[in-house]
């Protein structure tokens, strides 16, 4: 099912960014100094690519779809795994506001953002992990003429984000980070 392949595609480049927000939050930990401009990067890539638009997808579209087969938004693993997504919304913001206060130049800000961090990447890499085997699991459920409309609904969703930012800007920010890291 091209729908489902495409999210757990988004999956993959995710789980690239929860490896680098691990390795920012050890070395922020450690005393290690992290520029601004990539703890500003990181937030933009959680904020934007992973909540704005892949939990966008499965939240508003794929979802819905799924309840109507009988997968209850309240009640099947859907209700857990937008629990999840609410979860990882707000360790987003308590990123948020560490990064703002670490700017304004307060000295706990490292520690902070990087324990919200941690839970973040703990929280998303076992959300990934559920959502692959569940997504695999139901995509039988769909016709192929609802995967047809689900695949063109995410590409709307992908043409409204590329506004703010494309993929490819994205995927230059996954090399360049992972680059840097190996320098760590
Ligand atoms: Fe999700
Ligand atoms: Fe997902």
Redo the contacts with the bound molecule.
Sequence with gaps: MKSVDV?VH??RM?GRMVSILEAIAARLDAGGDVSTRVLVDVMDFSEHFTSNC??A??EHHLFPLLAEHGMSLDSSPIAA?REQHEANHAYLREMHAALTRLRAGDTQAPQTFAASARDYARLLRE??RI?DHY?QDVSSLLSPAEDDVLYGRMVAIDESCARVGDRRRYERMLEEYEELMATW
Excluded: T
């Design positions: 999210l988004e999956h995710i892949h939990h997808k499965e795994l959300h990934m959502e997504f």
